[in-house]
């Protein structure tokens, strides 16, 4: 007989029939479930050649390949046996979710309903069709880097939305996904910017700036991409991001500490291809790149301060100070108008440290 395939919960009945002619009494058999003998309290004797066991309340399979029950003479010999296979049908797929790559194709992923799994094996099956007037079609290319996905890779349709849904079947019954509706142009995701580059700007010790190149598979398409820069000390997990990059493929971080290694990377967001509404699908980071910021001169020329700079000197500062604050909260962005201001300032700042250092220096000789 097949294997049987049971529900949790369930009982079950197996007999045990002996050659008559093996002058072998049923009373002398006994049987074992993966290896374990069952108790006698759970035998009947139906006749001098038949041993039954039943089984109670049926746990689920421990493993996939099912649960051996066997049958054994006396001496310990196997007589018969069968696998049996005990888990549940089916919930239904939940979170259900596709993503395009570069419009080439269509890869959605999926997770069996309720506790996972339901120890006896399920098979899933992604169907889509074409919402108004396609023919209900079986995803093929069922990936295996990542359980529970699949692409669809042949005969994609821009400009009309698709129908998507999951099956999940086995031995015992079988459910549905929701059916999720989605325009491929509304999933697109693309590959990380490339050609990140992180260099110095000038001597201000205080900034870095980042230049990247758009994705090259999205070239010819009309979008217009939003970017996000994040950074992190050399020493640090901790990552800030600056949202507010745009479609520039170029950024100045400002606010750096001196002398410190920065490691940056950029990714990318083809929001709006041809005219999509949706918010788009954030691409992987690119590889993280790493910059160093200048020592500042004030810390290498010491930080011995002159007592003749008189109040007139502290008031000055002060007032820097302050427009240092504003300037510096407004040049968190990539805006060129607050940048070209901060630039101008620091210069400003650098030539009257440079100066002062040299007086201190004249003062010594």
Same mark, same amino acid.
């Given at each position: 007989a097949s294997d049987p395939v049971l529900r949790m919960g369930s009982n079950l009945t197996a007999s045990c029939w002996v050659h008559s002619d093996l002058g072998v009494h049923a009373s002398s058999l006994f049987w074992t479930l993966n290896g374990q003998q069952l108790p006698s309290s759970l035998y009947r004797v139906l006749s001098p050649t038949n041993l039954s066991v039943t089984l109670a309340g049926l746990n689920a399979s421990r493993q996939t390949s099912g649960d051996n029950l066997v049958c054994h003479n006396h001496k310990g010999h196997i007589l018969a046996g069968s696998c049996l296979y005990v888990g549940?049908?089916?919930e239904k797929p939940v979170?259900?979710?596709?993503?395009?790559?570069?419009?080439?194709?269509?890869?959605c992923s999926w997770a069996p309903g309720g506790k996972g799994e339901t120890n006896i094996s399920t098979q899933y099956t992604? *169907?889509? +069709?074409?919402?108004?007037?396609? *023919?209900? +079609?079986?995803?093929?290319?069922y990936t295996h880097s990542q359980p529970y996905s699949c692409s669809i890779t042949r005969d994609l349709h821009l400009f009309t939305p698709y129908e998507i849904w999951v099956e999940a079947s086995n031995q015992l019954g079988q459910a549905t996904s929701d059916v999720i509706t989605l325009d491929i142009l509304d999933v697109v995701t693309t590959d990380p910017p490339s050609g990140v580059t992180v260099s110095r700007v000038g001597q201000l010790e205080d900034q870095l700036s980042v230049r990247w190149e758009a994705p090259p598979a999205l070239k010819d398409f009309l979008f217009q991409a939003k970017y996000q820069i994040r950074y992190r000390l050399e020493d640090s997990q901790d990552w800030k991001v600056m949202d507010d990059v745009g479609n520039q493929t170029s950024c100045r971080l400002a606010g750096l500490r001196p002398g410190t290694v920065y490691f940056v990377q950029v990714?990318?967001?083809?929001v709006g291809i041809y005219g999509s509404r949706k918010a788009g699908i954030w691409s992987e980071w690119s590889h993280p790149t790493a910059a160093s910021t200048p020592h500042s001169e004030r810390l290498m020329s010491g930080s011995c301060d002159s007592k003749s700079s008189g109040?007139?000197?502290?008031?000055l500062r002060r007032e820097l100070k302050q427009f240092f604050g504003w300037v510096r909260k407004h040049a968190y962005g990539c805006s060129s108008m607050s940048m070209k201001?901060?630039?101008q300032w620091r210069v400003l700042m650098q030539k009257s440290h440079k100066a002062r250092n040299q007086v201190l220096q004249g003062d010594k000789s």
């Open positions: 549940m049908p089916p979170n259900l979710t596709c993503w395009s790559r570069n419009t080439k194709d269509l890869t992604l *169907k889509y +069709k074409l919402r108004w007037y396609g *023919k209900e +079609k079986e995803c093929e290319d990714r990318c967001n083809p109040d007139s000197n502290s008031t201001l901060y630039d």
